[in-house]
T-cell receptor
Framework: KAGVTQTPRYLIKTRGQQVTLSCSPI?????VSWYQQTPGQGLQFLFE???????NKGNFPGRFSGRQFSNSRSEMNVSTLELGDSALYLC????????????FGQGTRLTVV | GDSVTQMEGPVTLSEEAFLTINCTYT??????LFWYVQYPGEGLQLLLK?????DKGSNKGFEATYRKETTSFHLEKGSVQVSDSAVYFC?????????????FGGGTRLMVKP
């Protein structure tokens, strides 16, 4: 059974640009969550999508958005990039029900210069 | 709201030493509890879990017991190896809404020296 796949693994962008990250969940999983990991703030929840609908949202500005497709794949977009957006972005896949257990991808390392 | 507190690292141990990483939580109800591990340059891997009070989760020699009375879920291993060097995160799922959101502790970096 394939795991969670995130692409790309690494990205370098310039301030003011926008970026799109992709996540393919485990087959059969309908929930995809996104987290931002930085040395200063640790792991912070961005949002969760379940059956193509945003079900939960963390405390991030509107520059951070996402969507989910009918095959459960999800994309996350960050517009007008800032230096502080440099982070490891992690995607988590789960059934969306049950005990909350989630499986993570390897992450996308975004560097904003 | 829900919160998780972990002991700060780094924790530096010699090979074969005993490991304890403390984790306490504040939550509504009695959620499942998880330990995740992150190796350098990687994402998070689920290490072990416990779904109800007094449950003991175990995997790869690591253990943690869900203690409702002390709201704790401390991670232990009897004999660590160099390959256990990683960052460990305690986490709980939010039960305050219909969704799937994990609240993480700050992470504890473990360094094991040969």
């Amino acid at each position: 059974k394939a795991g969670v796949t995130q692409t790309p693994r690494y990205l370098i962008k310039t301030r003011g640009q926008q970026v799109t990250l992709s996540c393919s969940p485990i087959s059969g999983h309908r929930s995809v969550s996104w987290y931002q990991q930085t040395p200063g703030q640790g792991l912070q929840f961005l949002f969760e999508y379940f059956s193509e609908t945003q079900r939960n949202k963390g405390n991030f500005p509107g520059r951070f958005s996402g969507r989910q497709f009918s095959n459960s794949r999800s994309e996350m977009n960050v517009s007008t990039l800032e230096l502080g957006d440099s982070a490891l972005y992690l995607c988590a896949s789960s059934t969306g029900t049950g005990n909350g257990e989630a499986f993570f991808g390897q992450g996308t390392r975004l560097t904003v210069v | 709201g829900d919160s998780v507190t972990q002991m700060e690292g780094p924790v530096t141990l010699s090979e074969e030493a005993f490991l304890t990483i403390n984790c306490t939580y504040t939550a509504t109800g009695y959620p499942s509890l998880f330990w995740y591990v992150q190796y350098p340059g990687e994402g998070l891997q689920l290490l072990l879990k416990a779904t109800k009070a007094d449950d003991k989760g175990s995997n790869k020699g690591f253990e943690a017991t869900y203690r409702k009375e002390t709201t704790s879920f401390h991670l232990e291993k009897g004999s660590v190896q160099v390959s256990d060097s990683a960052v460990y995160f305690c986490a709980l799922p939010s039960l305050n809404n219909a969704g799937n959101m994990l609240t993480f502790g700050g992470g504890t970096r473990l360094m094991v020296k040969p």
